[in-house]
């Protein structure tokens, strides 16, 4: 079993900056794809951002230039840098992670999701 846990959600004006963390812990042997999603009231779960193995990303064309997604391999952890917030950022935040228990093993695991709310 793997547990993700996010972590730095809260409250920021337009304009404002937050950094969001999530940590996998438990059987875990590696870990391949991470990234991000979010959902806003009444809409789909979008990808946000996404980082492989081998450090490629990947981000909505929304967030473009304003969110960087980075991870810590030595750490198992994955974060989001959200820069230039807007109105329209505001979403629960969710930590996804790829990640193998064995060597033979693989399973796709998500985080219990944090608030974002961006507001003046």
């Known amino acids: 079993q793997v547990q993700l846990v996010e972590s730095g959600g809260g409250l920021v004006q337009p304009g404002g900056s937050l950094r969001l963390s999530c940590a996998a812990s438990?059987?875990?042997?590696?870990?391949?794809?991470m990234g991000w999603y979010r959902q806003a009231p009444g809409k789909q779960r979008e990808l946000v951002a996404a980082i492989t193995s081998g450090g490629s990303t990947n981000y909505a064309d929304s967030v473009k230039g304003r969110f960087t997604i980075s991870r810590d391999n030595a750490k198992n952890t994955v974060s989001l840098q959200m820069n230039t917030l807007k109105p329209e950022d505001t979403a629960v935040y969710y930590c996804?992670?790829?990640?193998?228990?064995?060597?033979?093993?693989?399973?796709?695991?998500w985080g219990q999701g944090t608030q974002v709310t961006v507001s003046s």
């Open positions: 996804n992670a790829h990640v193998s228990t064995t060597w033979r093993r693989r399973g796709e695991y």
């Open positions: 438990g059987s875990i042997f590696s870990i391949n794809d």
